[in-house]
C-alpha cells in the first residue's frame, strides 16, 4: 500500500530518508540537522558550480532533494566566485546559523559522501572536477565509488 497514494512520492520520500540515514551516520541521530545539513552544502555547491553542470547536478537528485537544491536559487550570481574552503564553509554554515552547531568541514564531507555514493561516478567527477583544488580535497575520491 502507497503511503502517499503516488508511487512517485514515496520513491523520493524513501530515497530522501536513505540520503539523511547516510549523514546522521557522520553528524548524528538528527533528522532535522541532516535535511538541514544536506540543504547547506547542496546550495553552496549549486552555487559553486557552473549553471549547466548545476543542471545536470539536479537531474540526478531525488525530486525531494531536488526542490532543497533550488530552494533560494538566483541564477544570475552563479557562479559563486569563492576559491578556498573557507569561503565555502562560511557559505554553508551561513545556511545553518539557525541549526545546532555542526562541524561545517564534517558536514560538507558527509554530503559529498553521499552525493559520491549515490550518483552517477562520471557525474561526480565531472562535478569535482569544477571545483577548485581546495574544495576538491573534501570530496571523496570518484575512484572508490565504482568500485562500491
Known sequence: MSATGLDVFDKTL???HIWLDEIMLDLGPDRQVAWHVLG???????????????????AQLPLL????????WRPSEQPAKSRTREE?????????KS???V????????????IN???????????????????QTLWPDTTS????
Not at 45 to 51: I, K, N, S
Not at 88 to 96: G, I, K
Not at 103 to 114: G, L, P, Q, S, Y
Open 14 to 16: 524513501q530515497t530522501t
Open 40 to 58: 547547506a552544502v547542496l546550495r553552496a555547491l549549486r552555487d559553486r558550480l557552473p549553471m549547466e553542470l548545476s543542471a545536470h547536478l539536479a
Open 65 to 72: 532533494v531536488r526542490g532543497l537544491y533550488f530552494d533560494q
Open 88 to 96: 565555502f564553509f562560511e557559505r554553508v554554515a551561513a545556511d545553518l
Open 99 to 101: 541549526t545546532r552547531p
Open 103 to 114: 562541524n561545517i568541514e564534517h558536514a560538507v564531507r558527509a554530503v559529498f559522501r553521499v
Open 117 to 135: 555514493h549515490r550518483l552517477d561516478p562520471g557525474q561526480v567527477q565531472n562535478v569535482r572536477e569544477a571545483l577548485p583544488q581546495p574544495l
Open 145 to 148: 565509488h565504482a568500485a562500491a
